[in-house]
């Protein structure tokens, strides 16, 4: 099956192990992920907190990219990405005054035919039966924490994926490697994100509560599908060890990397040496834990 | 639309309206129930609540609305515009009113907008986000040359941040769309 790619930046560069797995993870798949051509970022946070009109054009620039060479569905995973994705699109649909305007900013003509597809949804289209054939290490007894943030799920009414304030999906995908997944309370609540710079201060406290939430709970690690949730969990939870001698080091997993290990793919392909946080726990407990295969 | 070059047109608008011509929200459709502000995660670090900032534009108060520090604080979590039963869109709202804020030169958290134009100037240089230029800009822009100096160098040993950006093919595409948003 091919499908569209869309990396965005953070996956070229801090979140590059999220890129690594996920291309590694979906070849074993069976998925040929076809990189759209000359792709360019989609404004994030700095555009859509600045310049409307902006935040519109440079997903659609990527719109009429994605439809030129022939794309169908692009598959987004990052999460901010995907939403900026989605929410341009439904705003150009929603007013066509926009959507000239738009035309007249890309000189092209702007495409919301394409469809959007998130990690956690490319996870849900591949067949279960293939995922659980292909696994050659069952997770077995590993107590994880699915968590959303907030993007991938709000708002609701644009995203139309899974549920706002109580999201199952992702713990299904889970469910698929053997690991466990514990019902906890901050799966949907924000880490801060692009406050991560500017106010520090206020990432630090809204992303320890969500890794004590997760260890109250019995999670042993906590999964991401957001390379922004990603960087405030892991590289911040340096410094929330700092202000906190009390805290316990929490693995920030990507969906990507966890289907990985369940698939035997190894560390350096995964790129869990590329963490702030030392993922050695989670990976020296399943160094051994070969599925019995019947 | 064709009143939005209008200058003395634009002269009399209220920030409310304003906001509506920019959003399509009618500030006065929010009956102040307080629920956003409930579930802000924010909303501890903020002076003013968020629906109080609301209540600021229905009652005209717009230099209190456009200087409540509030609109910058606002992570874009969404939590509220999910939970409003009136479909208020308030982080769309807050986007608006720092939006206007920026066109009148009224910038209470100018460290923020820094950021901002700091990660937004590399995109318009490369077509890409390139961190190094952007914390290198963003430093020197506020003074703050310290932060995360631990951080750095083990992101670069593992190849996190480049040196020089990668800059894509059609550079002039998005030149032109930089240029015409700025002009509105």
């Known amino acids: ?294 | 639309m064709s009143s939005h070059s209008n200058a003395k047109h634009k002269e009399r608008m209220t920030l409310a309206d304003e906001i509506e011509e920019l959003t399509g929200i009618n500030p006065l459709k929010c009956y102040q129930c307080g629920k956003c502000s409930a579930g802000c995660p924010v909303r501890i670090f903020m002076k003013v609540s968020p629906n109080k900032v609301v209540r600021l534009v229905q009652l005209g108060l717009d230099d209190e609305a456009l200087k409540s520090e509030t609109i910058w604080m606002c992570a874009g979590c969404l939590t509220c515009s999910t939970r409003c039963p009136q479909n208020f869109d308030l982080a769309k709202f807050m986007d608006a009113l720092k939006e206007i804020a920026i066109k009148k030169g009224v910038i209470t958290r100018k460290d923020i907008l820094k950021f901002h134009k700091a990660f937004l100037k590399q995109i318009e240089a490369n077509g890409k986000a390139f961190e190094f230029g952007l914390i290198r800009d963003y430093k020197l822009a506020t003074f703050n040359l310290f932060q995360d100096m631990d951080i750095a160098p083990e992101m670069f040993f593992k190849g996190k941040i480049k040196l020089f950006p990668h800059k894509i093919k059609n550079r002039d595409a998005i030149k032109k769309i930089f240029d015409k948003a700025n002009k509105e």
């Open chain 1, 1 to 294: 099956m091919d499908i569209g790619y869309y990396p965005g930046c953070s996956l070229t560069g801090t979140a590059k192990e999220y890129d690594q797995s996920i291309r590694r993870v979906f070849s074993e798949l069976g998925i040929n992920l076809v990189e759209l051509d000359d792709w360019s970022c989609c404004g994030a946070t700095s555009a859509h907190a600045t310049n409307h009109l902006l935040s519109v054009a440079l997903p659609a620039r990527n719109l009429s990219l994605a439809k030129k060479q022939g794309l169908k569905e692009i598959f987004i995973p990052c999460a901010a990405c995907y939403n900026r994705f989605v929410v341009a699109k439904y705003e150009m649909e929603k007013n066509p005054g926009l959507k000239k305007r738009v035309e007249e900013m890309i000189e092209e003509k702007a495409d919301t035919d394409i469809g959007i597809v998130n990690m956690v949804e490319m996870f849900q289209r591949i067949d279960k039966e293939l995922i659980l054939a292909k696994r050659q290490k069952e997770l077995k007894g590993f107590k994880v924490a699915a968590y959303y943030g907030c993007l991938l799920v709000r708002p609701n009414s644009i995203t139309q994926f899974d549920d706002a304030e109580m999201p199952t999906s992702m713990e299904e995908i889970i469910k698929l490697t053997g690991a466990e997944p514990v019902d906890w309370n901050f799966k949907v609540e924000c880490c801060g994100a692009s406050h991560s710079i500017t106010n520090m201060n206020v990432v630090l406290t809204l992303s320890k509560r969500i890794i004590d939430d997760a260890a109250e709970n019995g999670a042993e690690a906590i999964i991401v599908a957001c390379p922004m949730c990603h960087s405030n969990l892991d590289m911040r939870q340096r410094n929330i060890s700092k202000q906190d001698s009390q805290h316990k080091n929490m693995p920030i997993l990507y969906l990507s990397e966890l289907i990985g290990l369940s698939l035997g793919l190894d560390k350096e392909s995964l790129g869990l040496g590329l963490h702030f946080t030392d993922t050695e726990p989670v990976l020296s407990r399943f160094s051994t834990a070969i599925v019995a295969k019947e």
